[in-house]
Structures are given as structure tokens and as C-alpha cells.
């Protein structure tokens, strides 16, 4: 990533209410964040993107395509890209992940977010 870039951030998450926020606090920290609501629509988009991302913000449970198989997809594409995966813990198993994917668990404070978001962008560049 050139470093007079704005990092690209795509959030796919079907809750408005958590990609809203997740938006908000991506963008005060300075981060072009991109927001959409299901799986398929984030590969499309990290897929043809003309700009491309260097992050991907993705959730599990979505229309369409879930999280784990939004992951699984970017990885078979070979988009070579981070990714931080959103869990809820209130599904009855967490996402099947390959390694090096982290997982943050809803509720989370977005400090913790954040910090996922500056050490992923920070270990791609």
C-alpha cells in the first residue's frame, strides 16, 4: 500500500445499525471505509474493484453468502488481503476460519476494533 494512500476498508455486515457504526468509527480514524449488506455483494465488489481495498470487515451470519464463505471465496480468488472476521456469540458455533483470519466476537468495544484494524493493515504493508 502506497503510503500517501487512505487505507480502503470494506465492511459487509446485513445489520444497518453495526455497518453504520462500524462506518462512522472507521471513517473518524481517518480510513476510506466502503459499506455493504451481504456476502456476495463484498465479493463482488473487493473482486472489481477499481480502487482496491486493503481491508475486508466482513461479519458471519449474511445473506447470500456467510462470512466464513465470503473468507473462503477472497482466498480462492487469491486476493491477497486482510481480513477481521465479526462473530456473533450468540450463534451456536463460531465461523470455520483459516489461519490468520482473527475473529472478534460481538459485543466488542471498538478500541478493540480497532486495534485488529491498525495491526492487519499495518502487517500487509
Known sequence: MAADRTPRILVVDD????????????????????????????????????????????NNHMPHLSGAELVAQLHAAHLDLPILHLDDMSQPEAADLPPGVPNLFKPFRMEALLEHVKRLLQEDG
Do not use: F, M, Q
Request: net charge negative; hydrophobic share 50%.
Open 15 to 58: 445489520e444497518p445499525s453495526i455497518r453504520a457504526l462500524l462506518v462512522r468509527v472507521l471513517k473518524a480514524e481517518g480510513y476510506d471505509a466502503v459499506a455493504l449488506n451481504d456476502g456476495l455483494a463484498g465479493l463482488d465488489a473487493a473482486l472489481t474493484a477499481a480502487d482496491p481495498y486493503n481491508l475486508v470487515i466482513t
